[in-house]
Structures are given as C-alpha cells and as structure tokens.
C-alpha cells in the first residue's frame, strides 16, 4: 500500500478552488516537495488545443522549473489538473500521456480530490496507482 501524501489544508483549498472558477476549461500546473509531502503548487497555462477536456502544461513553465529545480530550488514532484465536468479518476487519455517515472497526479473535479502515481503496471488503465492524501 502507497504511503500517504501530506498537503496543507491551505493549499487544497486553493487548488480546489481555482478549478471551481474555471468550470468549463481544465485547470492545471506543477507541485512542489518531497515523496512524503506536497509544499506548494505553480498554476501554469493549459496549452492543449481542446481544453475542456485536455490538458498540456506550458512548456517553457515546465522547463523554467526544471532549470530552477537544478539551481536549488523546489523539487518538482508532478502535476495537478482539473476534471471539470468529470471525476476524480485518471482518464485513458491521462494514462496516455502520464510517464511511469513515480509522479504525482493531483485531480480535481467537482469539488473532490484524486492523488495518484504515474507507474508502469499501475492498477488503474495499466498507468496509476492510488496514492492516500492526508490533508493537514
């Protein structure tokens, strides 16, 4: 069984929140921390060409926090979209995209919230494994 992830309460609701205004369109960005825990979330622009329903993060934010990773600054541990019309379950075209490298995925959607990790053989579409979400 995953070991549970840890986010502040603050933090949550935020991310919770920002999906709520954008009912219509996917929400999405990075998360920042460590295996245990999750510290801080970066909004990034949805660059996918339909995003009601998909989700590409901006490249260059991307890149711009890898490159700041490697200067000492906060380790990038995976990512958060929103599901606005949808639940809090991975889709197949989430497992189609997500890479088997460990990361979180943070979803969003109507209110409630989904961890889980991107893995090879995971339980879920062969891809994600359910991750406990302690909130504190």
Same mark, same amino acid.
């Given at each position: ?8 309460? +603050?933090?949550?609701? !935020? ?21 245990? !825990? ?36 906060? +380790? ?14 991975? +889709? ?45």
């Amino acid at each position: 069984m995953e070991t549970p992830v840890q986010i502040s309460r +603050s933090l949550l609701n !935020q991310l919770v929140g920002e999906a709520r205004v954008s009912f219509d369109l996917e929400i999405c960005g990075l998360l920042f921390g460590s295996a245990a !825990q999750i510290d801080a979330a970066k909004r990034c622009d949805n660059v996918a060409m339909r995003p009601a329903d998909h989700f590409e993060i901006d490249p260059s934010a991307l890149i711009a926090a890898h490159r700041n990773a490697r200067l000492g600054g906060p +380790s990038i541990v995976g990512c958060y979209h929103s599901h606005p019309a949808g639940t809090v379950f991975p +889709s197949m075209t989430d497992a189609h995209s997500a890479v088997p490298d460990g990361s979180l995925w943070l979803i969003l959607g109507d209110g409630e919230v989904g961890l889980w990790r991107a893995v090879r053989a995971g339980a879920l579409h062969n891809r994600f494994q359910s991750v406990p979400l302690r909130v504190a």
